[in-house]
């Protein structure tokens, strides 16, 4: 007697769709034209885009690429070798741990977005695509035609949810395009990426290396674009091309070798930033990064307030104003009414004793409010702040900080001996004055990171996401809730301040004007709020890594001006939309908006 253990198909009942890709064409044929056009977008770099050298970038010769073509030329050297891993390449197969259809998508996008933008922009300035030289053509149909056999690659796609016929045309439409949309994504889906193997340490220790030099040399090239279309073609590539990476489970394993070596990659990603100014000429775009750094910092104290002890901050700027007056009164300038000139260490204990004194003095009456309510009050603070220095001026209130115009003309710092103002030669290296400030703001950096890990990893840390996760179960457990954001607050605020002494210095004049809730030159209490948020409340690279990213791409992008602002608020409800956890995301957040994510078998304090 024969038992039946596979049940009979219900008819009616439609049997799962073959996969198959976006574009009607066979996979094969798909798969052959992504790869030639992969090597034909790397062909095309080597050759003439355009007649004149008017363009920026000087795309008019043979041999060797220049400008936006080294950025095409990157994104199909990926299109090319993510091609070859699905012909089954042998000596490929660890570039692809998570399958290699999806980082083909992602790379050929990647080439065909950058090198049409270049196309665009050559026949918009010049005056139409006559301007066009061979290699721009061939550039264009290549990228193209990659592109478009990537999608031919085929996938699985979803069922589409059942239509109730009595429902009208909008909620057909509404339907329709909701499965066209779970379609595209899952075209773009990867599956996860297999988990590396146990390596000998020096080799794990030697890939670190590797990442924060390719880290190094990423944002070295990013900060250091000389005109705009550069820097927009480097955001396409950069965004598109760290995309392919993860699609194809790279980033995936390289942060399983990094969390091996936590110690090692706290300390590498530190000696990599600090080799930063080693590798400029002068000091045009040290500026920059001793700026990113001061809004890092800052960043990262105000994740203590909002991102573990989940308090809504929004007069936060105003710490660092403290701290940078403070240490402006104590400087010697001879706009302070003290004539005194504190060495730095002494100054430095100033800054961050009056932020802190003022953290307690506003969190003391005010941390018994929760929510929006809490928020209102420190908004005021902010601005209660700012509108007090600015009539501490001698005519609405004692002379103390010279009013709107603030404490100009402070001094350089000196560290036993050093001279922070002057330029320095190091290993044949010249360092100037703003890199020496960024090698200091290294270091205030560095303790704030140590404060945060230390913190976060502490009794009190715990109680600080007890109380974000949910303050009634917290005190019911008997935390006591307001000396535990009495403390955040206090941690927080004396974090800015240590940050504002160096600003003051930096600055030469700290004015009112300087601390607002909002504008269009960070850090401002906006704009540093929008800097945990984007790069993942919680943790540690975020605030530093969405800090740097609200600071550079505005700088970057002031040729959009007035539409500057609007571009930019674009980019963010984009990003919150598809990425709202942040671009760093700690495991437990990623589960609280994605719920199809596997969920880990342990939860610890940040995560998996």
């Known amino acids: 007697m024969t038992t039946q253990t596979t049940a009979p ?41 355009t007649w004149t050298s008017a363009f920026p970038g000087d795309l008019t010769v043979y041999g060797y690429p220049g400008g936006l ?20 390449v042998t000596w490929l197969r660890g570039l692809v741990p998570a399958g290699g259809d999806a980082a083909l998508k992602m790379a050929a996008l990647a080439a065909f977005a950058t090198a049409w933008y270049t196309v665009i922009s050559i026949s918009t300035e010049l005056g139409g695509v006559v301007n066009l030289d061979p290699g721009g053509y061939l550039v264009a149909i290549a990228s193209l035609g990659a592109f478009v056999g990537a999608l031919a690659l085929p996938f699985q796609h979803p069922e589409p949810e059942p239509i109730d016929p009595d429902e009208g045309s909008w909620e057909h439409f509404k339907n329709q395009s909701a499965h066209w949309w779970e379609t595209v994504k899952t075209a773009f889906a990867a599956k996860p990426a297999r988990p590396v193997g146990k390596l000998p340490a020096f080799v794990e220790i030697l890939i670190i290396a590797g990442i924060m030099a390719v880290g190094l040399l990423v944002f070295t090239y990013g900060i250091g674009t000389e005109y705009d279309e550069l820097f927009v073609g480097f955001l396409i590539t950069a965004g598109f091309g760290f995309a392919a990476l993860n699609k194809a ?15 090692i990659t706290v300390w590498g990603a530190f000696i990599a930033a600090a ?27 105000l994740n203590i307030v909002v ?23 104590v400087s010697g300038s001879p706009s302070s009414p003290f004539d005194v000139q504190f060495p730095f260490w002494a100054a430095v204990l100033v800054g961050a004793a009056a932020s802190l004194t003022f953290g307690v ?35 609405s209130g004692p002379d103390i900080t010279n009013g709107s115009n603030g404490i100009s003309s402070i001094p350089n710092l000196k560290i036993l001996g050093w001279d922070l103002g002057a330029p320095h030669t190091i290993l044949g290296f010249t360092i100037g004055r703003f890199a020496n400030y960024f090698l200091l703001m290294l270091v205030i950096t560095a303790i704030v990171v140590l404060v945060f890990r ?25 935390i006591n809730g307001f000396r535990v954001k009495l403390i955040a607050f206090a941690v927080g605020a004396s974090l800015a301040g240590l940050a504002g002494t160096v600003q003051a210095h930096v600055t030469y004049t700290v004015t009112p004007e300087q601390y607002q809730f909002a504008g269009p030159i960070p850090p401002n209490s906006a704009f540093l709020l929008a800097a945990v948020v984007l790069g993942g409340m919680g943790t540690i690279g975020g605030p530093l890594i969405g800090a740097s990213l609200l600071y550079l791409i505005p700088n970057k992008l002031q040729f959009l001006g007035d539409y500057q602002l609007f571009a930019f608020g674009v980019a963010l409800i984009l990003l919150m939309r598809f990425r709202p956890e942040g671009l760093v995301a700690n495991r437990r957040r990623q589960l609280e908006f994605h719920e199809e994510a596997e969920a880990p078998t342990v939860l610890g304090k940040t995560g998996a």
């Open 9 to 49: 198909e219900t008819p009616g009942t439609p049997a799962a769709a073959a996969p198959s890709g976006l574009i009607g064409i066979p996979p094969h044929v798909g798969r052959a034209l992504a790869l030639g056009g992969g090597v034909l977008t790397i062909v095309s770099t080597f050759m003439s885009w």
């Open 69 to 88: 073509q080294v950025l095409v030329l990157i994104g199909g050297i990926f299109t090319t070798l993510f091609a070859l891993a699905g012909y089954g």
């Open 249 to 263: 489970g790279l980033i995936a394993q390289a942060s399983q070798i990094t969390a091996r070596h936590q110690t």
């Open 275 to 301: 080799l930063f100014p080693f590798t400029q000429t002068d000091d045009q775009y040290a500026t920059l990064g001793v700026y990113i750094l001061i809004f890092a910092t800052v960043a990262l104290g």
């Open 307 to 329: 991102g573990l002890a989940g308090l809504l901050d929004l007069g936060y700027v105003a710490f660092l104003g403290v701290g940078a007056y403070a240490a402006a009164l």
């Open 361 to 395: 003095l506003i969190g003391a009456p005010t941390l018994r409010l929760r929510g929006d309510y809490l928020a209102i009050v420190t908004l005021g603070f902010g601005e209660i702040f700012r509108i007090t220095a600015n009539n501490l001026d001698g005519t």
């Open 454 to 478: 230390r913190s976060g990893d502490s009794r009190i840390g715990r109680a600080w996401i007890a109380i974000r996760e949910d303050e009634t179960a917290a005190l019911a457990m008997g």
